[in-house]
């Protein structure tokens, strides 16, 4: 018996060294050697130290910085809650977004929405809209937009909302990806941004752009993809070459 047993436990254990072990530790070298920066996670070092990978996004809500794609990633480009809302193109709920009541009887957002995101994207960057109710109806006391009211009001079966811009909304600027960790936003949603970052930084629109196209990545092998732009490092070189009065 043992002469059938021993030869069978020598091999998993010759194989779990060799592949569980010695393999693995081989490749990791190699990548350390070959390829140092991406094989520790393609880490970006800014303001004194580690600011994050350029492979994953971060949340930069405030009008100094470029924003990025929205994300359905746990609360936000969470690594380990990594996907996207499941939500169909017919869904009323990713159109129009939805409210809850949370634990202090408040009631919140409890999805946006890519209408409300739309209505936020052209007033927050100065975008041309026709609406067919002045946006000061739904503004709260401190003059900011209640989003619950304007969730309301795009449900309203009698007299719905109706938001228009006049350009078109580059579609990584109001919907997320089945991801939710991406890095990058298009050009075009870059671009928009441009005159709202500028103003709150205190400088011209024309070096804001040459920043943008500095930081504008082309295609992968120059097919592979599309033109792309890098929110982290962006955001990082707008603090170091404008900082925020």
């Keep these: 018996m043992w002469n059938q047993i021993l030869p069978g436990l020598r091999m998993k254990l010759f194989m779990t060294l060799l592949l569980g072990v010695a393999y693995p530790l081989l490749m990791t070298g190699l990548a350390r050697v070959l390829f140092p920066s991406k094989a520790a996670g393609s880490l970006i070092t800014g303001n004194g130290g580690v600011a994050g990978s350029e492979l994953i996004g971060q949340s930069f809500s405030q009008p100094k910085y470029f924003h990025p794609r929205p994300s359905s990633a746990g609360n936000g480009y ?3 809650a990594s996907g996207g809302s499941n939500l169909g193109p ?11 009541v949370d634990d ?25 809209y026709r609406s067919s109710l002045p946006l000061d109806h739904f503004k709260d006391g401190s003059g900011n937009l209640d989003d619950v009211k304007l969730i309301h009001a795009l449900h309203d079966s009698k007299a719905p909302l109706r938001f228009q811009p006049i350009a078109p909304v580059p579609a990584d600027a109001v919907t997320g990806s089945a991801s939710g960790l991406d890095p990058d936003i298009s050009p075009a949603f870059a671009q928009a941004q441009v005159n709202r970052v500028a103003r709150t930084r205190g400088v011209s629109a024309d070096p804001i752009e040459r920043l943008v196209a500095q930081y504008t990545q082309s295609p992968e092998l120059g097919f592979l993809g599309e033109p ?13 070459q404008f900082p925020h009065r």
């Design 78 to 80: 969470d690594a380990t």
């Design 90 to 100: 017919t869904s009323d709920k990713l159109i129009f977004g939805t409210t809850k």
């Design 104 to 128: 202090k009887k408040n009631e919140v957002v409890d999805f946006d929405g890519i209408s409300l995101r739309i209505i936020h994207y052209c007033v927050e960057n100065g975008i041309a």
């Design 228 to 240: 792309r732009v890098n929110v982290l490092k962006l955001n990082l070189a707008l603090d170091a």
